[in-house]
Antibody, heavy 119, light 113 residues
Framework: QITLKESGPTLVKPTQTLTLTCTFS??????????VGWIRQPPGKALEWLAL???????NYSPSLKSRLTITKDTSKNQVVLTMTNMDPVDTATYYC???????????WGQGTLVTVSS | DIVMTQSPDSLAVSLGERATINCKSS????????????LAWYQQKPGQPPKLLIY???TRESGVPDRFSGSGSGTDFTLTISSLQAEDVAVYYC?????????FGGGTKVEIK
């Protein structure tokens, strides 16, 4: 059974760096073809894909946010970490992590974590 | 980037009636080597994460009721709920997984008339 859970701060100040952790079970990020992605959703708005990391450490980023994002994995801990620098109130959103096999959609999602950016 | 455009933004359908949602991609998401369309549909209910309904444009995820069906190819796709149930009230998103950046449509809110 695949599960994912996001954790991190619920409130960050403008200009600060956000660090979110996705802790998962039921699969290994050392298995060929497996990836974990991050997606966010501002309140009442649509989904926005942010980043992906694969078993071979290949990484993809949203072009519009690439300069602010870093995604890493710790295979031994079954964790994926996303950092986003220079946070702004427009970054207020629910942040989700999700499982993906290469070429497939995002098939398992965490429950999400709401991050508010405010001074 | 591949832009995904959904229509309508919202629709209200009577219980037991058909609901149809459209999704158009700015370029083809058909992978010629395997003839698969890399298009997925998700359902999102309030306060919940998205749930994968359909992938490869027309393949239902395990456990998804057969009243949900997907069709289309290339750049034009449709999600159909053949007989709307109360539990189908949600926002539905299409997404292309043909290439990164992965992109989503703007969502279609389905309500009961």
């Amino acid at each position: 059974q695949i599960t994912l859970k996001e954790s991190g701060p619920t409130l960050v100040k403008p200009t600060q760096t956000l660090t979110l952790t996705c802790t998962f079970s039921g699969f290994s990020l050392s298995t060929s073809g497996v990836g974990v992605g991050w997606i966010r959703q501002p309140p009442g708005k649509a989904l926005e894909w942010l980043a992906l990391i694969y078993w071979d450490d290949d990484k993809n980023y949203s072009p519009s946010l690439k300069s602010r994002l870093t995604i890493t994995k710790d295979t031994s801990k079954n964790q994926v970490v996303l950092t986003m620098t220079n946070m702004d109130p427009v970054d207020t959103a629910t942040y989700y992590c999700a499982h993906r096999r290469a070429g497939q959609p995002l098939d398992y999602w965490g429950q999400g974590t709401l991050v508010t950016v405010s001074s | 980037d591949i832009v995904m455009t959904q229509s309508p933004d919202s629709l209200a359908v009577s219980l037991g009636e058909r609901a149809t949602i459209n999704c158009k991609s700015s370029q083809s998401v058909l992978y010629s080597s395997n003839n698969k369309n890399y298009l997925a549909w998700y359902q999102q209910k309030p306060g919940q994460p998205p749930k994968l309904l359909i992938y490869w444009a027309s393949t239902r995820e395990s456990g998804v009721p057969d009243r949900f069906s997907g069709s289309g190819s290339g750049t034009d796709f449709t999600l159909t709920i053949s007989s709307l149930q109360a539990e189908d009230v949600a926002v539905y998103y299409c997404q292309q997984c043909y290439t990164t950046p992965l992109t989503f449509g703007g969502g279609t809110k389905v309500e009961i008339k």
